[in-house]
């Protein structure tokens, strides 16, 4: 349950009550301010009818700079709602403005992303190095590698070029920015022998294909329900920051054909996580609002199903095999 705050001019003010009948949502309160006469008006609305709601509001507004719409989340409210309307509301997904604005965040390539990175992939290789798993998995959880990756998913299924090449930029600068710091890692320290922890990075199989389309699965739903990704996120990170390390590492200790393979398993993971975080949100109905926005996002959506599948189907096939 969402409380809708929508500063209205008083020309929009009707318009703005009937949209509220239409939706069937409540209409709490309808106060004039006292400068410039824009109605505070305030909406209960459920979280399957908020994008509705949003979508509306949004094609009424806003060439008046003082008309504002803001999004309130309610922890509890009397009386409750019924089985049927909980129930109803467990099925929505989270608004597209929420989720575009959580993306963009999330794939900012910035010095805090840079530095997690950094940290992250330096606690890896070190646990990597050290057959340490406890180490690895806390190397898993500072990773910042979700929001990138969602970030891709969500501009292609938005239609969204920027946020494409945001999500782009900040994913490629994060893998080689990994890859660099374990390359010199796997130089300067002594490796005679790979322990188990890294052998294990050069394992492919289509297990973990399963893995990586599970993580991507996950990733999506969680920020498509407004669930916590904290978990997702370092199940993604299983898919993507050991596999990176291991590959430098390697590289880096003069450990070719063991790289190889390790590169092959971060390429597979790469796919699988971002195909399988693709069909949810495909699944799931996020899309643009405007006509002409929903047909560029068409053209990504099928440009990018295709490209990942026909790699996935490749690579699979490559797979099968080694392993054969």
């Known amino acids: ?11 929009n003010a009707p318009t703005v009550a009937a949209i509220a009948a239409k939706e069937g949502v409540r209409l709490l309160s309808d106060e004039v301010e006292e400068e410039g006469g ?3 008006m ?26 504002v719409v803001m999004v309130v989340p309610v922890e509890g409210y009397l009386p409750r709602a019924s089985d049927a309307e909980r ?49 690895i998995i806390g190397a898993m959880v500072i990773a910042p ?33 990994a890859l660099a710091i374990s390359l010199a890692l796997g130089f300067f320290l002594p490796l005679e022998t790979p322990g188990g922890e890294l052998l294990q990075r050069t394992v492919v199989g289509l297990d973990a294909i399963a893995l990586a389309l599970a993580s991507g699965a ?11 990704s904290v978990l997702v996120g370092v199940m993604v990170a299983v898919a993507l920051l050991p596999p990176t390390a291991a590959v430098g590492l390697l590289l880096g200790a003069g450990f070719p054909e063991l790289a190889g393979r390790a590169a092959l398993l971060l390429v597979v ?20 609002r405007i006509g ?33």
Request: glycine share 6%; hydrophobic share 50%.
């Open 292 to 324: 002409s926005q929903r047909r560029q996002a068409r053209q990504s959506t099928r440009l990018y199903l295709i490209v990942w599948i026909v790699t996935l189907s490749i690579l699979a096939v490559v797979v099968s095999l080694i392993t054969g």
């Open 145 to 177: 590698l979700l929001g990138p990756n969602l970030a891709l998913g969500l501009g292609s299924a938005l239609g969204d070029r920027q946020l494409i090449q945001q999500a782009l930029a900040s994913s490629l600068s994060g893998l080689l920015l």
């Open 218 to 228: 996950a990733a999506a739903l969680s920020m498509t329900t407004g669930l916590s």
């Open 87 to 135: 129930k109803q509301e467990d099925k929505a997904v989270a608004t597209r403005e929420a989720l575009f604005d959580n993306a963009e965040k999330s794939a900012r390539l910035d010095g805090n992303f840079l530095v997690l990175v950094a940290l992250s992939t330096l606690v890896a290789a070190i646990g990597l190095l050290e057959n340490n798993v406890a180490v």
């Open 42 to 67: 305030e909406l209960m609305v459920s979280d399957d009818k908020l994008q509705g709601v949003m979508d509306t509001l949004q094609g009424l507004f806003f060439s008046n700079p003082a008309e």
């Open 38 to 40: 824009i109605h505070l």
């Open 269 to 288: 993971n790469i796919v699988s996580v971002n195909l399988a975080a693709k069909l949810v949100f495909l699944v799931r109905g996020i899309r643009p």
């Open 1 to 11: 349950m969402k409380l809708v705050k929508v500063y209205s001019s008083a020309g």
